[in-house]
């Protein structure tokens, strides 16, 4: 029997799709609602299906940035062709990305006992829903916003794609919030720092997705509820990205702030009464 059923899938999907790149933390919201339906947050197929689904809205930032990647890529392989192309600004952001990578990658496997175990519980979403709240009211409120794009750097991209090994760590904390927050803190705009957040997200995810996969098939989900779930995260991602995307261009991050808050609450009465088991 798959450990997860179709109608849960579509659910967690939607989950997923809503919260991925929004800074409220997908992984704390999937562990709440997984909570809430009776499923086993520490299972290793339950690890492995939401890790799988996430390609779905990695899927999403594929499309909606579909020139923006095609350009990066085409720049870094004239580069490894011709060493005259390396100049290329394109060329070396491309390389950046993956260099972020790296040390969320080692992390990772290094950590992913605990990952997978003690870190799972829900009391730790709970805090890190507070913590990342903070450092994000923190650093919407003292950067300085004065840096755009084209003014991201090396030791940028690499500082930032470190952030992700917070939320790695500490489900509740949010990937995209780590990173839009150091973002933020480095300067950089509120529409750079979330753009700089999506590049990051597709090897890191994509990598995810792939690494747990045999976990979710091989733990018991069977291949219909994984189709399911990453369709719609799919669907539901794309539009959360547009909307995002529009939406700090005009505001300030307080409302997820609040928003992040308020969910720490509700999940710690949860836990208290027994609602909710950690």
């Given at each position: 029997?798959?450990?997860?059923?179709?109608?849960?899938a579509?659910?967690?999907?939607?989950?997923?799709?809503?919260?991925?790149?929004?800074?409220?933390?997908?992984?704390?919201?999937?562990?709440?609602?997984?909570?809430?339906?009776?499923?086993?947050?520490?299972?290793?197929?339950?690890?492995?299906?939401?890790?799988?689904?996430?390609?779905?809205?990695?899927?999403?930032?594929?499309?909606?940035?579909?020139?923006?990647?095609?350009?990066?890529?085409?720049?870094?392989f004239?580069?490894?062709r011709?060493?005259?192309?390396?100049?290329?600004r394109?060329?070396?952001?491309?390389?950046?990305?993956?260099?972020?990578?790296i040390?969320?990658?080692?992390?990772?496997?290094?950590?992913?006992?605990?990952?997978?175990?003690?870190?799972?519980?829900?009391?730790?979403?709970?805090?890190?829903?507070?913590?990342?709240?903070?450092?994000?009211?923190?650093?919407?409120?003292?950067g300085?916003?004065?840096?755009?794009?084209?003014?991201?750097?090396?030791?940028?991209?690499?500082?930032?794609?470190?952030?992700?090994?917070?939320?790695?760590?500490?489900?509740?904390?949010?990937?995209?919030?780590?990173?839009?927050?150091?973002?933020l803190?480095?300067?950089?705009?509120?529409?750079?720092?979330?753009?700089?957040?999506?590049f990051?997200?597709?090897?890191?995810?994509?990598?995810?997705?792939?690494?747990?996969?045999?976990?979710?098939?091989?733990?018991?989900?069977?291949?219909?509820?994984?189709?399911?779930?990453?369709?719609?995260?799919?669907?539901?991602?794309?539009?959360?990205?547009?909307?995002?995307?529009?939406?700090?261009?005009?505001?300030?991050?307080?409302?997820?702030?609040?928003?992040?808050?308020?969910?720490?609450?509700?999940?710690?009465?949860?836990?208290?009464?027994?609602?909710?088991?950690?």
């Open positions: 029997m798959s450990a997860i059923s179709v109608g849960q579509v659910l967690l999907g939607i989950v997923e799709g809503l919260t991925e790149f929004l800074p409220v933390s997908s992984t704390g919201h999937l562990k709440i609602t997984e909570g809430l339906l009776g499923i086993k947050v520490d299972d290793k197929a339950v690890v492995g299906f939401t890790a799988v689904i996430q390609v779905g809205a990695i899927a999403a930032v594929l499309v909606y940035f579909f020139k923006d990647i095609r350009r990066l890529l085409a720049a870094w004239r580069g490894l011709n060493p005259a192309a390396r100049n290329d394109d060329y070396a952001f491309t390389w950046w990305v993956i260099y972020a990578t040390p969320v990658i080692l992390v990772g496997v290094a950590a992913k006992p605990l990952i997978d175990g003690p870190l799972a519980s829900l009391w730790v979403v709970a805090g890190s829903l507070v913590a990342g709240s903070g450092l994000m009211w923190f650093a919407d409120r003292y300085r916003h004065k840096r755009g794009e084209d003014d991201i750097n090396l030791p940028d991209t690499m500082i930032v794609g470190s952030a992700q090994i917070l939320a790695l760590l500490f489900p509740g904390f949010s990937r995209s919030g780590a990173t839009i927050s150091t973002s803190i480095r300067d950089l705009d509120r529409v750079a720092a979330t753009r700089l957040s999506f990051l997200s597709i090897p890191t995810l994509t990598g995810a997705g792939i690494y747990e996969l045999k976990d979710a098939v091989g733990g018991g989900v069977s291949a219909t509820p994984l189709a399911v779930g990453t369709v719609v995260s799919f669907v539901v991602a794309y539009a959360s990205i547009a909307w995002l995307l529009k939406y700090v261009a005009a505001h300030t991050f307080d409302a997820f702030v609040a928003y992040r808050l308020v969910i720490a609450a509700v999940l710690v009465g949860l836990l208290a009464t027994g609602a909710l088991s950690a």
